[in-house]
C-alpha cells in the first residue's frame, strides 16, 4: 500500500532533544536510580531505551540496566490477521522484580502493545512499579493506558498513521504523518 507523507513532525534534532528530556523526567521520578531498568519493546523502542540508557549515563555516570522485549506472542491480534507471526526473542540479563521498570516504545496508540508488554514483564516477575516512555503519544486508545512519560502528544485521524524512523533501523531520525493514497 503506498502512503503519502502529510507532514515531518520531528528531525534528528528534535528527536534527540525529546529523548534528552524524558531521561530527565526518568531520573527526576526515579531517584533510586540503582532500582531502575529500562526495557524497550522490540523494535524501535529498544533504540529509543538505548539513547535513554546512554544520557543517564552520560548525567550520572550509571549505566542503567537495559532489556528487550519482543511481545509477538503476548498480540491480541494474531488470530485476527492471519499471518504466522516472527518471534525475535526477549533479552532480559536481569530479574526485574522488585525494581522500578519504564517500557520504552516509539509510538502509543491503541494501548494494545502496552497491554501485552506488561503480560509479558508479569510473566517474568513482579516489578516495584511499571512505567511508560513514549517518544509519540497519538491518542485513539481503546484500552485505559497512559504513558507516565511522553516526548510529543500528536494528534491524529485514524486513517493517518505515524511512522517513526531511526537511524539505527531506518538509517534516518524523523517521524512523519502518512496517509494511505487513494
Do not use: C, W
Not at 494474531?78 to 499471518?83: H, R, S, V, Y
Not at 525475535?88 to 496508540?109: A, Q
Not at 502528544?153 to 517513526?164: A, F, G, N
Request: glycine share 6%; hydrophobic share 40%.
Amino acid at each position: 500500500m503506498e502512503e503519502k507523507v502529510k507532514a515531518k513532525i520531528m528531525d534528528a534534532r528534535r528527536i534527540s532533544r525529546v529523548i534528552t528530556r524524558l531521561s530527565v523526567e526518568i531520573l527526576e521520578r526515579n531517584r533510586e536510580i540503582e532500582n531502575l531498568v529500562l526495557v524497550g519493546i522490540r523494535t524501535r523502542g529498544v533504540f529509543i531505551a538505548q539513547r535513554i540508557q546512554a544520557v543517564i549515563k552520560k548525567i550520572e555516570g550509571v549505566e542503567v540496566p537495559l532489556g528487550i522485549l519482543d511481545i509477538t506472542l503476548y498480540r491480541d491480534d494474531i488470530p485476527t490477521k492471519g499471518i504466522q507471526p516472527e518471534v525475535k526473542g526477549t533479552e532480559i540479563p536481569f530479574s526485574v522484580d522488585d525494581k522500578d521498570l519504564v517500557l520504552v516504545d516509539d509510538v502509543l496508540f491503541t494501548g494494545r502493545t502496552v497491554r501485552a508488554a506488561m503480560d509479558s514483564i508479569m510473566d517474568l516477575g513482579r516489578p516495584r512499579t511499571i512505567q511508560l516512555a513514549v517518544l509519540i503519544d497519538r491518542g485513539h486508545r481503546e484500552l485505559p493506558i497512559q504513558a507516565d512519560y511522553v516526548g510529543k502528544v500528536l494528534p491524529t485521524s485514524k486513517r493517518e498513521r505515524v511512522r517513526v524512523k531511526l537511524k539505527e533501523y531506518d538509517g534516518v531520525d524523523e517521524v512523519l504523518i502518512t496517509e494511505p493514497e487513494d
